[in-house]
């Protein structure tokens, strides 16, 4: 992948003139230059030299004998199939933008940084097809983000040629090697290569007094740290002016996270000695919500655990100064620096655990509910907000969006699909285009779990309140506070009774012959389903259906006994046109 094509030569170049514009330009000056009438192939020693011949000569930079020149990977058609490249990235870009961005064009297979010294990042993607490789090539090729401008090109895809080594039965899903530990992309961040579905990024706070000291002269000391650790660091010192606080979020391994994690501490150590600030610089920790409560476990076990093998002294903030725009909670750690360093890895350990949870249940679930904008539901506190944030500084801890945890922006196209859906199609299902009546949702809830709900001054509840006319969205947010608020074990799903209202005429229909429909329902969506039998009719001729289990088997429950009601309506309506045009002879 190191070798180029240098186009559009004049006849009169010659071989030392090519090596004489490398040796001007700081190049490595290769043996063997093939030259042909017009233009010439050039091997380099490595793809980073190749990288910055590219940028340097390439784009109609240089000129050799009056012609202005083209560089690129000199890639043969038959392999120009499913691989690109792109350069020119900000450095600053959050990987979860590049990724909504790249996955705009198709699957994304793998997503590779490319070490370089240029200051600009470079990554390699792997489409599932070459028709999305190339769509991704045309539309990508000078995207202009602030004020940098990408430069693609097609690299060797040796998995294409030939047919026999890449079996094109992967694209109706992933082949084997998709699927294991050493499947190349940097998950979140331009870091070393590691499986997509386990970025999970580690998000500190640190005094904004030593900033300064971790970014270093010219950003030196940062960038020894992401050499070092193989990770990459973001550091929001632009978010909330004046906050005594600033976030750094780090993109790595959980090894690499903790080496980063490390080395930072060690410098704000180093700057609070020299500078005589502080004693004590703990450790802060931002952690969303919904993860908290699985790590502090039930009774606070897992914490004391934590504590007692560290000698540290863990603190986590109050869930009153959580609004649903600002989903974390500082973890703060008191102790020494090698204590800190321990608890650090005990706790992301727990956290990643809970957040691969989280992703496996939506995985199992996310086809149950056709439709549904799993972000607008809520029901993990996802890091982007739910409703529009308020204006103005939010306090002294920044929280920014794109670095949050948040499950639905996974790198999986399948879950970047359903987050993708506009919210006026969130919920087709709760209020049809034939039966647009308001629907009402009855659900129960432990008698020592009110009080969470409401929250301090009827925070809580307030918020819920958004959610007027939108049942499975409050739903959600129900059932997502309940987890949160422990009211579960950590490994256990939240599971409550619902109650809804359908006609009398159509609670057969949900039985069916023999309790053959309900028996379906309870073994296709996992809930428990139960129509009582001797139940008077409500002046509406309603009676009641109730619906045991977590949210996603309630969630579908619902749909699917929705769908019968709405099926009886239908064949009822048919019925009553039939009778209102039938004539009628005898007087």
């Not at 980073?48 to 004998?65: P, Q, T």
């Not at 202005?68 to 490249?85: A, N, T």
């Not at 990554?123 to 070459?130: F, G, I, L, P």
């Not at 001054?457 to 918020?463: E, S």
Request: aromatic share 6%; proline share 6%.
């Amino acid at each position: 992948m190191n070798k180029l094509y240098i186009g559009n030569l004049s006849p009169s170049v010659t071989e030392e003139d090519l090596k004489q514009l490398f040796r001007e330009k700081n190049l490595p000056v290769p043996d063997k230059i093939l030259l042909k009438n017009g233009y010439a192939f050039v091997d380099f020693p490595d793809q980073n030299s190749a990288i910055k011949a590219i940028e340097i000569l390439g784009n109609g930079k240089v000129e050799l004998h009056g012609k202005v020149i083209e560089v690129d990977y000199s890639v043969p058609k038959k392999l120009r199939s499913r691989k690109i490249q792109i350069r020119n990235i900000p450095p600053h870009l959050q990987w979860e933008v590049l990724d909504s961005l790249l996955a705009q064009y198709g699957t994304v297979e793998s997503v590779e940084q490319v070490n370089t010294d240029t200051e600009t990042a470079v990554v390699n993607v792997t489409y599932a097809t070459k028709e999305e490789a190339k769509l991704a090539f045309e539309k990508l090729t000078g995207h202009q983000f602030e004020d940098y401008s990408f430069n693609v090109s097609y690299i060797m895809d040796m998995d294409a040629a030939p047919p026999v080594q890449a079996p094109r039965t992967r694209r109706g899903g992933r082949s084997s090697r998709d699927q294991g530990a050493c499947q190349p992309g940097p998950s979140g961040g331009f870091g070393s290569p590691r499986p997509r579905q386990q970025d999970f990024p580690l998000r500190i706070l640190v005094p904004t007094q030593f900033v300064g000291a971790i970014i270093g002269k010219e950003g030196l000391t940062i960038k020894n740290v992401t050499k070092q650790t193989q990770s990459k660091v973001d550091i929001h010192r632009k978010e909330n002016a004046g906050a005594a606080e600033k976030p750094i979020t780090i993109h790595s391994t959980p090894e690499g996270c903790s080496s980063a994690c490390r080395m930072i501490l060690e410098i704000m150590h180093k700057e609070a000695n020299e500078t005589k600030t502080t004693d004590d610089i703990p450790l802060k920790i931002l952690a969303n919500n919904s993860l908290v409560g699985r790590l502090i476990g039930k009774d606070g076990r897992n914490l004391k655990k934590i504590e007692e093998e560290t000698g540290t002294k863990i603190t986590i903030s109050s869930l009153q100064d959580l609004t649903i725009c600002n989903p974390e909670r500082i973890i703060t750690v008191h102790g020494s620096l090698e204590a800190v360093c321990k608890a650090e890895a005990l706790i992301m350990k727990k956290l990643r655990e809970a957040y691969e949870n989280d992703i496996a249940a939506i995985h199992q679930q996310a086809n149950l509910i056709p439709g549904l904008n799993l972000n607008a539901l809520g029901i993990f506190s996802s890091g982007l907000p739910v409703l529009p944030p308020a204006a103005g500084p939010r306090g002294a801890v920044p929280h920014v969006a794109p670095a949050g945890y948040n499950p639905f922006l996974s790198h999986s196209s399948h879950l970047s699909g359903l987050y993708g859906v506009p919210p006026a199609s969130a919920i087709p299902h709760q209020h049809s285009h034939h039966a647009p009546e308001q629907e009402v949702v009855y659900l129960f809830i432990p008698t020592q779990a009110v009080g969470a709900l409401i929250g301090k001054k009827g925070q809580h509840i307030k918020q819920l309140a958004h959610f007027a006319g939108a049942s499975i969205k409050a739903q959600g947010r129900i059932f997502g506070k309940l987890k949160e608020e422990n009211f579960v074990s950590a490994k256990e799903e939240v599971k409550l009774e619902t109650h809804i209202k359908v006609p009398s005429t159509a609670a057969g229909r949900v039985i069916g012959k023999g309790g053959k429909t309900v028996n379906e329902l309870q073994n296709l969506t996992s809930a428990e389903v139960i129509v009582p039998r001797d139940q008077t009719p409500d002046e509406n001729d309603e009676v009641f259906v109730k619906i045991s289990g977590h949210f996603f088997a309630s969630q579908t429950a619902q749909r699917k006994i929705r769908e019968i009601i709405q099926q009886v309506k239908q064949q009822e309506q048919k019925h009553q046109q039939c009778a209102a045009v039938s004539p009628h002879h005898s007087k």
